[in-house]
């Protein structure tokens, strides 16, 4: 996980002078018995570490708890407020604009933090100048390129495609089993409602047995590619 977090010093980033930077979130939640808490986060920083390192933008250290209340009384969840992580947002955008840096690509790893979409609203009522990534389409792009078997719907926690993203980026985290975690809920109606405990004994919704690490370069490959149009918003260019 270390070397997901930036070693860049001042003198670094002063002769970069990037416009833009990147800031992963995460999670510290239950994957299941094989994968650990910090998946999201590891998620999270392995997209916006290659898109920092693609573009030479400022990469930030991650986010790493967050809005995991569905996961509530489930082992190892700990959560943050959805008001709580409004305002580290928008203390980091304010920050960061105050530092010479107007440009903040927000790359969410954990489904679970919807204010994130209204923090990127609010922040662009003015101009441009935040994003989230990836959104839907992004996702859709990267599972096509890497030929995914299960779908977003059925692929929601710590199936293939997570699974996958690991294998090949930080692959000493998975622990023994996880292809025995298959576990399908695609249906999820009441999810707000019941929680991840109503639709999962075993905390896997998707089919963490079909991940390999030749799909996550693939995901990765395509998530950079797509990060090309967000940036080109957002920098004004």
Not at 5 to 11: F, G, N, Q, W
Request: proline letters at 5%; a negative charge; aromatic letters at 4%.
């Amino acid at each position: 996980m270390d070397a997901l977090i930036t070693a860049a010093t001042s003198a670094d980033e002063r002769r970069r002078g990037a416009k833009v930077a990147v800031l992963p979130v995460g999670s510290f939640e239950q994957h299941g018995d094989h994968l650990p808490l910090t998946t999201d986060t590891v998620v999270a920083s392995l997209i916006a570490q290659r898109i920092a390192t693609d573009y030479d933008l400022f990469l930030l250290p991650p986010v790493t708890v967050s809005c995991s209340h569905e996961h509530a009384h489930m082992p190892g969840t700990v959560s943050i407020s959805a008001a709580t992580l409004y305002a580290v947002i928008n203390d980091i955008r304010k920050s960061l604009q105050a530092s010479g840096v107007p440009g903040l690509l927000i790359v969410n790893g954990h489904g679970g933090n919807y204010v994130l979409s209204n923090v990127v609203q609010e922040a662009n009522v003015d101009g441009p100048r935040v994003a989230l990534f990836p959104v839907r389409e992004d996702w859709h792009r990267a599972r096509e390129a890497a030929v995914l078997e299960s779908s977003g719907a059925e692929d929601m926690h710590g199936g293939e495609l997570e699974v996958s993203l690991l294998l090949h980026g930080a692959p000493h985290l998975i622990r023994e089993g996880v292809e025995q975690d298959d576990h399908d809920a695609p249906e999820r109606p009441h999810l707000l409602t019941l929680g991840m405990a109503g639709y999962t004994k075993n905390g896997i919704i998707g089919r963490p047995s079909l991940g390999t690490a030749a799909k996550g370069q693939a995901i990765l490959d395509s998530l950079s590619r797509s990060a090309a149009a967000h940036l080109s918003i957002i920098a004004g260019t």
